[in-house]
């Protein structure tokens, strides 16, 4: 599983991060990352890839199974203010 959104930027603003859920936490390493970054640059426009991942045991959902993003989100902007 995996949620994308935007975080603080000093430069552009806003830059695109991904947290991801992987099915083993032990494989998550930086080897990890490089792998799922290079397979977005080759599928997705320069501007659609996260410039980083981070790494979750479990990604927060409602009773019902919806995904928080804004859980995720909210503490890249703690102490900024977010975009629209």
């Known amino acids: 599983m995996a949620a994308v959104f935007g975080i603080p930027n000093a430069e552009m603003g806003e830059e695109v991060k991904a947290v991801v859920q992987p099915l083993d936490m032990a494989s998550a390493d930086p080897s990890l990352a490089a792998e799922l970054l290079a397979f977005c640059r080759a599928r997705l426009s320069h501007i659609k890839c996260p410039r980083s991942i981070d ?3 479990e990604l927060p959902r409602t009773p019902t199974g ?3 993003k804004r859980v995720l989100r909210d503490p ?3 102490g900024q203010s977010a975009g629209a």
């Open 76 to 78: 890249y902007w703690t």
């Open 55 to 57: 790494f979750a045991a």
């Open 66 to 68: 919806k995904l928080l």
